[in-house]
């Protein structure tokens, strides 16, 4: 039986007093529209519909490229006129399943029980009871049986005690959901064409409707202001944190920890409080990760341990640090920094696009930027690679066992022969066989005796 997913998202969202369309504000680092769209992407759709109006140029262009189809909503004269769009677009038979781009938790489970309970002959609504009902359109019930839904707005006082709410997610039959959203009309408080109104007219015709309620109000919350959105934003944060715990990782604060993105763990691993974890992050047994780090888009090895207050960033090219490294207070490791084994990078040093071998060292405020180093390198405090020269970028090898004193400036492209040693306070422009002691500094003189100079009065 064909199925088609349609999405709303053409209204305002005036509330969110933002110039983005509403659907493109982000819940855990994605767009609210790609998590309806990821949600449902594996239920068996012959069209996915996203309908746009407000912003369409942004919203389209933002998520094109997905397998969906716009239908543009122009002007948006309410919920049921945004169906009546669609309709030259919708796979005839079956069902459709209607959803909110601005509900971005609904779950996969509820959305496929939906289509299942609708099999193309029933209009299934997606219901729920909220202590304060305020706004939503109300489920008038007579016994058991549903019987129309009621706008808040339109609503008697009576009405408006009754406490189950359509969610805005229901799924109908296509065929006569094309029929009925034809037969819509707008004489309501709104002056809007209301999809709830075909309830109504299914009930008319004995089609049966069946209302499913959820006990999950997360996974139908919308977002309608910058609040909403937050506080959505944090409900989702303490069920990936939940999540992560009954796989066993251990945080520190569930309330204290951001995921935007997907985080795998491996056992025993620790996480303090404030950390943000974006993209693609892996973080091997035992890994231990202390306050403050924001980690994107990085493969953490092993019982490696990554101090406060770290920023890891791998952006597209990604990052990685060996097994049993360890990584700050106060590290910066950017895109292409290889880190092997038992690396260690201390307070104030910056690594990118460099592979450091095992055992190699770079303790204090020290740059390392498009260096291969060799295995147990010890890479003094304050020392640069002079890696740009205004136009291009060159490469600094350094081999195994090199010790490079403090404050030493490597001027690539140039190499260090293994065992080599650097004094501190070099500029090294030229390569360095191995084996041998470079020192490239101005020589020390010392005056005996020396006066300094005397203020004058
Ligand atoms: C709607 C329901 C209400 C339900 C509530 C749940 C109607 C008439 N009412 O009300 O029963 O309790 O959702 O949140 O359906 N949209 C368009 N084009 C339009 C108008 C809206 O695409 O012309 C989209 C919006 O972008 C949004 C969705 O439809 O994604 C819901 O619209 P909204 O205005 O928020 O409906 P509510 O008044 O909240
Ligand atoms: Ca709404």
């Given at each position: 039986m ?13 509330r969110?007093?933002?110039?983005l ?15 309806v ?23 389209e262009a ?32 079956g ?8 509900t971005?938790l ?83 408080a ?6 709830t ?33 937050a506080?959505?934003?944090?409900r ?63 493969t953490?090895?092993a019982g490696?341990?990554?101090?406060e ?27 292409g ?9 201390g ?107 005397k203020?004058?009065?």
């Amino acid at each position: 039986m064909s199925l088609n997913i349609v999405v709303m998202a053409a209204g305002k969202g005036t509330r969110m007093k933002s110039s983005l369309p509403k659907v493109l504000h982000k819940l855990a680092g994605r767009a609210l529209l790609r998590h309806v769209l990821a949600n449902t992407a594996s239920l068996q759709a012959d069209a996915r519909i996203v309908i746009t109006g407000h912003g369409a140029d942004q919203v389209e262009a933002a998520i094109g490229g997905e397998g969906v189809r716009f239908v543009r909503q122009e002007p948006q004269l309410g919920t049921g006129h945004a169906i009546q769009q669609t309709v030259p677009a919708l796979t005839a038979g079956g069902s459709t399943l209607i959803l909110s781009g601005d509900t971005p938790l609904i779950s996969t489970a509820t959305t496929r029980a939906l289509v299942e309970a609708c099999g193309g002959e029933r209009l299934v609504l997606l219901t729920i009871e909220y202590a304060d009902p305020t706004g939503y359109g109300r489920i008038v019930r007579d016994g058991e049986q549903v019987k129309a839904i009621v706008e808040h707005k339109d609503a008697s006082d009576e009405q408006r005690r009754l406490r189950e709410c359509y969610t805005g997610i229901m799924a109908a039959p296509t065929e006569a959901l094309k029929r009925w959203v034809g037969q819509l009309d707008n004489k309501n408080a709104q002056g809007e064409y209301y999809l709830t109104d075909i309830v109504a007219m299914a009930v008319a015709e004995g089609v049966p409707v069946v209302g499913v309620k959820t006990a999950d109000e997360t996974e139908v919350l919308g977002v309608n202001s910058p609040s909403q959105l937050a506080h959505l934003e944090r409900r989702f944060q303490l069920v990936q944190a939940e999540a992560l715990m009954t796989a066993g990782v251990r945080l520190a604060d569930p309330s204290r920890f951001d995921l935007r993105g997907t985080l795998h763990c491996g056992k025993d691993v620790e996480i303090d409080v404030n950390c943000v974890f974006e993209g693609e992050v892996t973080l091997g047994d035992g890994v231990r990760i202390g306050a403050n780090c924001v980690i994107r888009n990085a493969t953490i090895g092993a019982g490696a341990r990554i101090h406060e207050f770290t920023h890891i960033d791998g952006e597209a090219a990604g990052a990685s640090v060996g097994e049993g490294a360890l990584i700050g207070p106060f590290a910066r490791l950017r895109p292409g920094a290889k880190l092997g084994a038992e690396v260690h990078i201390g307070n104030f040093v910056e690594v990118k696009n460099s592979t450091l071998a095992k055992g190699a060292k770079a303790n204090h405020l020290a740059y390392l930027g498009d260096a291969t180093v060799g295995e147990r390198v010890n890479y003094g405090a304050g020392s640069i690679t002079a890696n740009y020269d205004g136009a291009n970028k060159h490469r600094t090898t350094i081999g195994a066992d090199v010790h490079v004193g403090s404050n030493c400036v490597l001027v690539a492209p140039v190499t260090l022969g293994d065992g080599a040693t650097i004094g501190g306070g070099s500029t090294i422009t030229k390569d360095v066989e191995p084996g041998g002691l470079a020192v490239a500094r101005g020589r020390q003189t010392v005056i005996s005796g020396w006066s300094r100079p005397k203020k004058v009065k």
